[in-house]
């Protein structure tokens, strides 16, 4: 009985763990709201590391390197580092023989492999898997790539809201199954490289 209350306490505190950092996550992500106001796709060259666009405008990527980037990685120096040490394991879609830190980090699909190496892989489908701070990414129309946070919030039919910026800036709202989910990622506090 006192190794399955010692489980119990465990699991309570490792769970309450994660939901405290996926809110603080969610946290980050909100504080774009009103800030970063549009979406430009524009290649940029930015500081290495911790660069980044103005904070007014940005694309769905940034969202997430900004709310990972409080929280304390920074995705432009880790997605950097993970593409040269496993450049086979990358998408090959833009054509590029070495690794970019102006847009690595803020390509999608780029996003994907390093989530799913890094992180848990979790269900597109069960809507009850995804908790305040997860990555999920979708498909849009023409193909398109999309990435966005989940928000603590839901919306009145119980479905997470997600924090994202498809185009008008950082909003918060109910898209999660509007488009054709392809990833559902959650990152551990610290992550160990390989």
Partial sequence: MQNRLKF??????????????????????????????????QY?????????VP????????????????Q??????????????AWEKY????????????????RVPNLETFFSRYG?????TDINSFQAGDIVTWRLPKNLPHIGLVS???SADGTPLIIHNIGRGTVEED??????????YRLPENIKFK
């Fill in 8 to 41: 119990a306490y465990l699991s309570v505190f490792l769970f309450g763990s994660v939901l405290a950092y996926g809110n603080v996550l969610v946290e980050n992500a909100r504080k774009q709201i009103g800030v970063t106001v549009s979406y430009d796709p």
């Fill in 44 to 52: 940029s060259k930015i500081d290495f590391p911790m660069g980044d």
């Fill in 55 to 70: 904070a007014t405008t940005g694309v769905c990527t940034d969202v997430v390197i900004r709310a990972y980037r409080l």
């Fill in 72 to 85: 304390g990685l920074d995705l432009q120096q880790a997605v950097n580092k993970d593409m040269k040490s």
């Fill in 91 to 106: 998408p090959k879609l833009w054509g590029l023989k070495n690794t970019d830190t102006n847009i690595d980090h803020r």
């Fill in 120 to 124: 848990k892989t979790l269900s597109l």
């Fill in 152 to 154: 603590d919030k839901k």
């Fill in 175 to 184: 898209i999660l199954f509007k488009y054709k989910i392809v990833g559902h």
